[in-house]
T-cell receptor, first 113, second 112 residues
Framework: GENVEQHPSTLSVQEGDSAVIKCTYS??????FPWYKQELGKGPQLIID?????GEKKDQRIAVTLNKTAKHFSLHITETQPEDSAVYFC????????????FGSGTRLLVRP | KAGVTQTPRYLIKTRGQQVTLSCSPI?????VSWYQQTPGQGLQFLFE???????NKGNFPGRFSGRQFSNSRSEMNVSTLELGDSALYLC???????????FGPGTRLTVL
C-alpha cells in the first residue's frame, strides 16, 4: 500500500548549522511532494513542494531534492534559526482526480541558540 | 485572503455521542480534505470533497462521514464516538489547480 517513511524522528542542531530530513515513498505513481511545518497549536503550513518533473527546488534557506529512481526526497534547511524549531512533515500525492496526501511520521527539529 | 477556518476549535464529548465539525475553505477553493492527527498514527487522510462530490475516502469506519455545500464549506460527522477518536481534526483546502493544500488550525476533539 501507499507509505511514506521519514527520518530522523528528532533532530537537534546548533543555530546556523544545516538540517536535513529525508523521506522515502512506496507508490511509484506519486508525483507531488510537499513539505509542511507545524508549530505547537497550529495546523501544518506548506513551506515548499516539488513535482516529479523537477529534481531540485530552492526557496531562500529551504531546498528540496527528489530522486525518482530511488523514491527519495529530502528537505534541506540552511543557516537554521531558533524560529525554525517545529515539527516537519513530508507527504506524497498522485496528481490524479483527488488530493489525497500520504504523510510521513514527522521530524521534530530543535534549533539550539 | 482569509485562511482556512475551522469551528469549533475545541470540543469535549463522551463515548457514544456524535459530533459535527465545520470547515470554511479559502475563498475560491473548491476542494476540501479532512485529516485526523494523533500522536500514534500521525496524519491520516479521511476524505476529500470537490464541488460537493466525495472524490476519495481513506481507510476509516463508516462512523466517519462528511459533506460539502454549494459554497464549498464542508462538515464532517463522527457518530457513536469512541475514546480512540480523540484527535486533532484538520481541514485543508485547494483551488483544484496544482494540488497545493492549505490547512486550517484544526479542531481538537476529546472523547471521555
Amino acid at each position: 500500500g501507499e507509505n511514506v517513511e521519514q527520518h530522523p524522528s528528532t533532530l537537534s542542531v546548533q543555530e546556523g548549522d544545516s538540517a536535513v530530513i529525508k523521506c522515502t515513498y512506496s507508490d511509484s505513481a506519486s508525483n507531488y511532494f510537499p513539505w509542511y511545518k507545524q508549530e505547537l497549536g497550529k495546523g501544518p503550513q506548506l513551506i515548499i513542494d516539488i513535482r516529479s518533473n523537477v529534481g531540485e527546488k530552492k526557496d531562500q534557506r529551504i531546498a528540496v531534492t527528489l530522486n525518482k529512481t530511488a523514491k527519495h526526497f529530502s528537505l534541506h534547511i540552511t543557516e537554521t534559526q531558533p524560529e525554525d524549531s517545529a515539527v516537519y512533515f513530508c507527504a506524497a500525492s498522485t496528481l490524479d482526480s483527488s488530493y489525497k496526501l500520504i504523510f510521513g511520521s514527522g521530524t521534530r527539529l530543535l534549533v539550539r541558540p | 485572503k482569509a485562511g482556512v477556518t475551522q469551528t469549533p476549535r475545541y470540543l469535549i464529548k463522551t463515548r457514544g455521542q456524535q459530533v459535527t465539525l465545520s470547515c470554511s475553505p479559502i475563498s475560491g477553493h473548491r476542494s476540501v480534505s479532512w485529516y485526523q492527527q494523533t500522536p500514534g498514527q500521525g496524519l491520516q487522510f479521511l476524505f476529500e470533497y470537490f464541488s460537493e462530490t466525495q472524490r476519495n475516502k481513506g481507510n476509516f469506519p463508516g462512523r466517519f462521514s462528511g459533506r460539502q455545500f454549494s459554497n464549498s464549506r464542508s462538515e464532517m460527522n463522527v457518530s457513536t464516538l469512541e475514546l480512540g477518536d480523540s484527535a486533532l481534526y484538520l481541514c485543508a483546502s485547494s483551488d483544484g489547480g496544482n494540488n497545493e493544500q492549505f490547512f486550517g488550525p484544526g479542531t481538537r476533539l476529546t472523547v471521555l
